[in-house]
């Protein structure tokens, strides 16, 4: 079984604040990690290569700093790492974005057949969740999005058995291999990373790729060129009229707001529990 | 380009049910629609759901895709983008539009793809420019307290995917008129890579989140753990649903679940309490359409009291056991019950 794993390197939004006077980000004390979603995505190949044996790799499109990512994917358990790093892939939107993974898939697909790609459900800084199902469709994979659950892998079969959300509730799919999954995070627990694999991701030095290397690719599909999307104006959102503060010391401003809010009985009931 | 192009909007149907975010969706679109000019057309799809598409006109529509098929009967992103792709090809649209629910997601990406065209994600405004006939689809923008336009300049149809519960839904009129076309599908069920075997109903936490008139929501001003009970205190008092922000959840203090915002859940509750929370752009799209909106925040010029019906400066510690203790008087003068009926 070979799994590979789409990662992304984001800056942690938890740390990362936004400052309110100006409205800009805060980037002073922003370090950029793995994508929480792809970590749980690393987190179940390798729980599925310990049940059905192989290989699992990562797979990353960023500048040459994320690197650190991939030795993160090897600490969890990850066995190879490729970068496709270049200025061509730079200003990608998710079109061109899974675009340049898919040609990268395909190149290591030429030296080991992929059997199953795993994405995290969406990365933090964008939250669009588009990329995993482009990549799909790009390999012609049957995709599984919003997957809570990997509760049987037929390897006999070539089929898996999984848990997908959805409105009000999941549904239980079985699909075949191969095929790529997105992941949300009650998928399962990170685990504490084993020694040896913090050694091994210490000295891992990943594949490095340029477009070069990546075999026939349509230039004009990639980064900036290659995305339909720009962003056009940037704005403040419109604000609600009728805000108010309300002023004395706080257990008048308590009376008045309960006063307040006594005058729209007519909206909702309270029922008092004392 | 050219031709004469409409805006679509795709239907999501479970349970033989239309979603609200499609009726939504059927409102906004109209807006499109009369601006520039075109139909708007929904896109209906399913096993026995013909008889969903006159609905679908009352809400605003000028046209129905219809494909009926057996192979359609749940949710599949290959059948469903096949059946998209090949009316996308034979009718053409020039805007199209999904609602950011894990299916139209899921099918949106797919349908970009094959259709090589931008795709914008969890929009919450939309708007066109005349001019250029471009559609604007509004996002928070990562990394601000501002929203971000996203533009298709060449490619058709520009695509987005809407949240839920931003848009407006049209009165359903019944006199209203509009053509049914429909469609067939050459697919067989062999041919599908996937099958769903079972659908699980879960009365989940973010169910009675969209029910609920009456929310307290907290932040990471509570501080700790300690701190956040005041906010299920509260909530308790008054009966309302608890919920909150990332952080509040980054930190542990809620699940997932119940996180308001952009990456979360939208809510319009008729009262919501934003107590300990600053009012970040991503939080505020998803409860900024509640009724009324009382914020609670010791930061004079936290960004959350712009979005406000009536705020208290204040320390949450402070200010939330004085607002029990009041409740619970007024309610003790109107025997249990707060003369809020
Ligand atoms: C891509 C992306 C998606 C996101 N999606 C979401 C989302 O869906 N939902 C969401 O909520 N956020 C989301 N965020 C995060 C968002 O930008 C904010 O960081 C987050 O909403 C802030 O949470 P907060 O208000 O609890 O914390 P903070 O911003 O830290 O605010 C805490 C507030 O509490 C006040 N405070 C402190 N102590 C007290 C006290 N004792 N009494 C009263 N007030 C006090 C402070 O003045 C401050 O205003 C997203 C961010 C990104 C980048």
Redesign the interface.
């Known amino acids: 079984m070979h799994i590979i794993v789409c990662v992304k390197q984001v800056p942690d939004t938890?740390i990362?604040k936004?400052n309110?006077?100006t409205?800009?980000?805060d980037?002073r004390s922003a370090p950029a990690i793995l994508n929480p979603y792809d970590a749980h995505a690393v987190q179940e190949a390798v729980k599925i290569k310990q049940l059905t044996g192989g290989t699992v790799s990562v797979l990353s499109m960023g500048p040459p700093q994320a690197v650190s990512i991939i030795k993160k994917s090897i600490e969890i358990g990850a066995d190879k790492g490729y970068l496709i790093s270049d200025r061509a892939f730079a200003g990608a939107?998710?079109?061109a974005t899974?675009y340049a993974l898919s040609k990268a898939l395909e190149r290591i697909s030429e030296e080991q057949k992929i059997d199953m790609v795993i994405c995290g459900k969406?990365a933090?800084?964008?939250?669009?969740?588009?990329v995993?199902?482009?990549i799909?469709?790009?390999l012609d994979m049957?995709?599984?999005?919003?997957v809570i659950e990997v509760t049987e892998v037929k390897t006999e079969e070539r089929k898996i058995?999984l848990k997908?959300?959805?409105?009000?509730?999941?549904?239980?799919?079985?699909?075949?291999l191969p095929?790529l999954l997105t992941v949300e995070?009650e998928v399962n627990e990170i685990e504490y990373a084993p020694m040896p694999n913090m050694i091994k991701a210490a000295r891992y030095e990943p594949v490095v790729w340029t477009v070069d290397d990546l075999g026939e690719v349509d230039r004009s599909q990639l980064g900036l060129k290659g995305?339909?999307?720009?962003?056009?104006?940037?704005?403040?959102?419109p604000?609600?009229a009728?805000?108010?503060?309300?002023e004395g010391t706080?257990?008048e401003?308590?009376?008045e707001?309960?006063g307040?809010?006594?005058e729209?009985?007519d909206?909702?009931?309270?029922?008092?529990?004392? | 380009m050219g031709e004469s192009l409409g805006v679509w909007v795709f239907i999501e149907v479970n349970d033989k049910k239309i979603e609200g975010v499609s009726l939504e969706l059927l409102g906004a679109g109209r807006q499109l629609a009369d601006k520039l000019n075109v139909p708007l057309a929904g896109v209906l799809l399913g096993d026995g759901v013909k008889n969903l598409a006159s609905d679908v006109i009352y809400y605003g529509a000028d046209i129905v895709y219809v494909v009926d098929d057996p192979v359609l009967k749940l949710y599949r992103t290959e059948a469903y983008m096949k059946a998209v792709i090949s009316l996308a090809e034979k009718y053409k649209s020039e805007i199209f539009l999904y609602g950011a629910t894990p299916n139209g997601k899921d099918l949106a990406s797919a349908v970009a793809t094959d259709l090589s065209t931008g795709l914008t994600a969890d929009t919450t405004m939309l708007d066109v420019d005349l001019d250029k006939r471009l559609l604007e689809a509004s996002r928070p923008a990562f990394g601000g307290n501002i929203m971000a336009t996203i533009l298709c300049k060449k490619h058709r149809p520009q695509m987005a995917t809407v949240r839920p519960k931003v848009m407006q839904a049209l009165d359903p009129d019944h006199g209203r008129q509009g053509k049914i076309i429909e469609e067939e599908l050459h697919l067989r069920e062999e041919d599908m890579r996937t099958r769903v075997l079972r659908i699980v109903k879960e009365v989940t936490k973010t169910a009675n989140l969209s029910e609920a008139d009456v929310i307290v929501a907290g932040g990471k001003g509570m501080g700790d753990p300690q701190g956040f009970q005041l906010i299920h205190d509260l909530a308790e008092t008054i009966g309302a649903s608890v919920a909150g922000t990332r952080d509040a959840v980054e930190a542990g203090w809620l699940p997932h679940e119940l996180q308001i915002g952009q990456t979360g859940e939208t809510v319009t509750p008729k009262l919501y309490f934003a107590i300990g929370i600053s009012g970040a752009i991503q939080h505020v799209v998803g409860m900024k359409n509640s009724e009324l909106i009382i914020a609670i925040n010791k930061d004079p010029n936290a960004p959350i009291f712009d979005v406000a019906t009536y705020g208290i400066v204040g320390d949450a510690h402070e200010v939330i056991p004085k607002l029990i203790q009041q409740f619970k008087e007024l309610s003790k003068e109107k025997g249990g019950e707060l003369s809020y009926a």
């Open positions: 938890k990362i936004i309110p006077k409205n800009t980000l980037r939107d998710t079109l899974s969406h933090i800084d964008g939250d669009t969740g588009q995993g199902p482009g799909a469709r790009r049957p995709p599984v999005t919003n058995n997908r959300k959805q409105l009000g509730g999941y549904e239980e799919i079985e699909a075949q095929c995070k995305s339909p999307t720009v962003v056009g104006k940037m704005f403040t959102p604000r609600r009728g805000g108010k503060k309300l706080i257990d401003q308590v009376k707001l309960t307040l809010l006594r729209k009985q909206l909702f009931r309270f029922n008092v529990n004392s």
